[in-house]
């Protein structure tokens, strides 16, 4: 044995005593850096496809954290975990929530929403670039063929039910639907927010030379003209709900992503999961509740009517949030300053105070919403149709964000709780006496 090879200074002895003095990963530091669960990491193990190295005198492994590295590369794995509440956990850039505050790519909502318009924080979300006074238009085609299949539905049609039409029908209008690069995408995004607007309906008239997407969508929604206040405000609704993490719908939304779905039917995903009554359409009965409040004079008998029905107050409390839902607080702000939504604010704080001698629940954005909705003369469905457009860009982002993962990665496996097999093929039920016919059937 040479001297050099003796103290490691030969090129293998070099490799050998780096080795020696490398960090090595847990388990469950190699899970993290993968962004898998420790079972998988086990299963590379014994696919061969990762080394691991007992810890003297244990019973973990420890795994060299170059070859971690090298394995995630190589895979393009970062697959969903479980927290420790058993809650499914994405790796994502896009929102962050903390008990008090929602950001946006690290900045905060409330900023952004009081400086920039829906359009240029869409933009912040999908890039991480501002653009200043960037605007979205529809394509002639796209808008055309929307605008024709939503006035085609029945009169009494939702406009979750014309947005949901309008977005198949610009899919089909659009023949670089299926261009998945990052620029591809972000083309079809800024054709088909605006397109979505374009086909409801027009309940007023479209005033001045705004032609930021909120001014496009106020007459869809009220039939009062617009003021620079109220304009202000919807826009900034808007902005305030263009994402919230793994929300139900973008839950849905990465999933057709995952199957490598075009942007059209990733948004189609999110709006079948919006028409639910427990998620976008929460706004609804906050604005019913204000409206008959104010009719009434006071918020209480309101709230016990809710209460001695056993339903739960609606525009109250958050899941994410410890105390007021800060996108509330900030649209609030705005909405003091508006004359017209005196009486729906006094309401929406009476209901607030009235409830807190019972549930200790603060307002959450639905109230703020509904606010908005009552005081500028906009029907009950109108905050669902804000949370609708407005969450269209979070889903882009989250759709752009799931096409850089391993396909169809978002595959839970079920947990069987039927009848233990092997079962007998069951028995075809004999039919029965056919019923005899009725007078006037």
Known sequence: MTHDSAHGTGPQGTEAARAAVAPRLTTREAAERLGV????????????????????????????????????????????????????????????????????????????????????????????ELRPGIRFVAAPDSLAAARRTAATLPLHSSS???????????????????????????????????????????????????????????????????????????????????????????????????THAHPYAVVSAGLGVLDGPLHGAASGPAHRMLAEAVERGSAAPVVADHLRAGRPVPGLGHRLYTGEDPRAGVL??????????APAMAAARDVVATAARHSGLHANVDLALAVLSVACGMPAEAGETVFAVARTAGWIAHAMEEYAEQPLRLRPSGQYSGPRPPQPLPTPKAPGPEAEPTAGS
């Open 332 to 341: 609030f702000a705005l909405l003091d300053e508006m004359p017209q939504a």
């Open 160 to 258: 979750t039910d014309r947005l949901r039409a309008a977005v198949a029908a610009a899919a089909a209008a659009d023949p670089l639907r299926f261009d998945l690069s990052p620029e591809g995408v972000l083309n079809s995004a800024r054709n088909l927010i605006p397109t979505l607007v374009g086909a409801l309906p027009a309940v007023g008239e479209a005033g001045g030379a705004d032609s930021s997407l909120a001014a496009e969508l106020w007459p869809k929604l009220s039939a009062r003209p617009v003021d620079a206040a109220a304009l202000a405000a919807l826009d900034t609704a808007l902005v305030l709900l263009a994402d919230h993490d793994l929300a139900a719908s973008t839950l849905a939304a990465r999933v057709a992503a995952s």
């Open 37 to 128: 669960k420790p079972e998988t990491v086990y299963a590379y193990v014994s696919r061969g496809q990762l080394a691991s190295t007992r810890v003297p005198g244990g019973r973990g492994s420890t795994f060299d954290a170059a070859e971690i590295d090298a394995l995630a590369r190589r895979t393009g794995r970062r697959e969903p975990s479980s927290s420790a509440s058993g809650d499914l956990v994405f790796r994502t850039g896009i929102t962050l929530i903390t008990p008090d505050r929602c950001f946006f790519r690290g900045v905060d909502v409330a900023g952004l929403a009081r400086r920039h318009g829906y359009e240029e924080v869409a933009e912040w979300i999908w890039t991480g």
